[in-house]
């Protein structure tokens, strides 16, 4: 498997002014002026190989966003080196460009006013498409999705789940070899989400496309990735396996009852019963934080039935934010 | 092939205006009320000057002077600043700078459908109304040839001019301002709101070395002149041509300096 994509060190910098505060504050500003350097992206490294499906996470504000732009050549990094196929994309933003496609969850790149397939005839013409794959491409997409009945609806007309398909099948035309998804799921209902997965997938595995995508959504990662990539603060904290991640962490679960009573005082009673877990309590539920390798959830539901009455149980799988917090809390061992 | 590329976003642009006809309607009221004031007001200027040549040019001659300037005015206006800015505040000028074209030929390119649009719904007809109304006070000849030639120069500096102006956002981040200073010097010193002739002597001669007065003076002049001498076509078209490279030259360089100072933020 060759590489497509080789980062090696790569570190952003921008200046940000750093603004007083206060009507006196503001007037100082008009004088002198005070920037401080943030450190985005910090010295990160990785390779991605082609047709991987690499998952790329973080919390906001991470730099995700960063790495991305400067993977497409929109920014340039301030030291370190990056290719993409081969060559350096912001200085050769033109010829990358037609390597890669990009979805921005939270921003279209379709043309507004007019049906989806007047912005696939603009995109095959500024692409220059050939013909044949581009009607290739269509036949591609009608057989994973529907799409004719979207093909002849303005932009502006669609909902936010049927914009997104098209984005995507917009981002996909054009046959590059990397996709950028960045944030695709946001905002969209399960079914669309499901949707969204499957045509990632197929395109993905049609195509051999590369695509590195970027969410705060675990279904999308469990969905799609088998390797994950995560940074905070600018901070490569791990690349690997999701599997690996799994068993590094043990597979913790939320266990969520609700008692009679008053929760505060029972989840300390609960507490006691379990020394060795992690419980605590908000003003709806009592939080049992279950180590499956160590005890079934169904045994820690068993126990507290028995000495408590319950009335209401959920359980919750162990999220993004919560993944990268033991990570960034706890280290990468 | 190659044209494909740019026309498919012209034709694109094309259909887009179409879309908003009540935009189209709106902007021929407007215009028509504008030139009623400018129609008044030059009324008054010349009833108030008492006689009826003022700095060699009778009413009817400022008249039609002022009415194709703001038809051409209506025509190659391009609002490019204004579009730059917001899409480099919102950040969407990412999504311009990952197509397979540089992003200058893209936003001209992407804005070029307008042309088309408003050359047929503003400029030919206000242009076909002169010359039936004022009955032969427009030349029909080969100063329209010169005229064709000079606007699409004229299109050239405009949009760099435009550019330029519009980098500066990245800078700023606040465009507001700047375009409205940009729109006033523009208008002003271009001959688009007054006749150069108008312009005091000393004015006048700084103007000639700023590129302003030739995007919208120096078609108006060739068009209006009957039958130019060859060496003032050759002095005007020349000196377009002078300013298109210098403006095209000095807009990419700024602008590709420019591009490394980006930062684009959230999303």
């Not at chain 1, 794959?133 to 909902?159: F, G, T």
């Amino acid at each position: 498997m060759s590489d497509i994509i080789e980062i090696k060190n790569i570190t952003k910098e921008f200046k940000v002014l750093n603004r007083r505060e206060g009507l006196l504050g503001s007037f100082k500003d008009l004088f002198s002026r005070n920037y401080k350097t943030v450190r985005a992206v910090d010295n990160i490294s990785m390779t991605v190989g082609q047709g991987e499906i690499v998952g790329y996470l973080g919390p906001n504000g991470a730099g995700k966003s960063t790495t991305i732009k400067m993977m497409t050549g929109v920014l340039e990094p301030t030291s370190g080196e990056i290719l993409v196929g081969g060559s350096i994309p912001y200085k050769n933003r033109t010829k990358n460009a037609q390597e890669i496609g990009v979805v921005f969850g939270q921003r279209s790149q379709l043309w507004w006013a007019l049906p989806l397939v007047e912005s696939f005839r603009i995109l095959r013409d500024i692409y220059q498409i050939p013909e044949q794959n581009y009607k290739d491409m269509l036949e591609l997409y009608q057989s994973l999705v529907d799409i004719e009945p979207l093909l002849h609806k303005p932009v502006r007309q669609m909902s936010l789940g049927q914009r997104t398909l098209s984005d995507i099948l917009a981002a996909f035309l054009h046959d590059p070899k990397i996709v950028f998804l960045d944030e695709p799921t946001i905002g969209l209902d399960v079914s669309m989400k499901a949707k969204i997965r499957t045509l990632i997938h197929a395109l993905n595995r049609e195509k051999k496309t590369t695509v590195i995508l970027t969410t705060h959504d675990m279904g999308d990662v469990d969905a799609l990735c088998r390797r994950i990539v995560i940074i905070d603060k600018g901070k490569m904290l791990y690349d690997n396996d999701i599997e690996h991640l799994k068993s590094f962490f043990g597979s913790y679960r939320t266990l969520k009852v609700r008692a009679d009573g008053d929760l505060r005082e029972q989840a300390e009673v609960i507490q006691g019963e379990l020394p060795d877990m992690k419980v605590w309590a908000d003003d709806e539920w009592i939080s049992v934080l279950v180590d499956e390798e160590k005890a079934k959830v169904l045994d820690v539901l068993g126990k507290l039935q028995q000495s408590h009455s319950i009335r209401d149980m959920k359980l919750e799988e162990i999220s993004t934010e919560e993944v990268i917090k033991k990570i960034y809390e706890e280290g990468v061992k | 092939m190659k044209l494909k590329k740019y026309l498919t976003l012209t034709r694109a642009g094309i259909i887009e205006a179409l879309q908003f006809r009540l935009s189209a309607f709106i902007m021929v009221v407007g215009n028509i009320l504008y030139l009623i004031i400018v129609y008044f007001l030059w009324k008054a200027i010349y009833a108030s000057s008492g006689s009826d040549v003022v700095n060699g040019m009778t009413f009817h001659d400022t008249l039609i002077y002022l009415v194709l300037a703001t038809a051409l005015f209506n025509f190659m206006e391009m609002y490019t600043v204004w579009q730059m800015g917001r899409s480099i505040q919102s950040g969407k000028i990412v999504l311009d700078l990952i197509k397979p074209m540089n992003c200058r030929s893209y936003l001209f390119w992407s804005y070029s459908g307008n042309f088309v649009v408003n050359f047929f719904f503003t400029f030919l007809p206000t242009f076909i109304i002169v010359s039936a109304v004022t009955d032969g006070a427009v030349p029909l000849g080969i100063n329209l040839l010169y005229f064709v030639c000079s606007v699409v120069m004229a299109i050239v500096i405009n949009y760099s001019i435009d550019f330029f102006v519009g980098t500066i956002c990245v800078y700023t981040e606040s465009i507001w301002g700047i375009n409205i200073m940009k729109q006033v010097v523009v208008r002003l010193l271009s001959g688009a709101m007054i006749p150069i002739a108008f312009f005091p002597e000393a004015l006048r001669s700084v103007i000639y070395y700023l590129p302003f007065q030739w995007i919208y003076n120096a078609p108006l002049t060739l068009l209006l002149d009957g039958s130019p001498g060859t060496d003032k076509v050759l002095e005007v078209l020349g000196t377009q041509l002078i300013w298109c490279v210098v403006m095209t030259v000095l807009s990419k360089l700024f602008w590709r300096f420019s591009l490394r100072q980006i930062t684009v933020n959230g999303g």
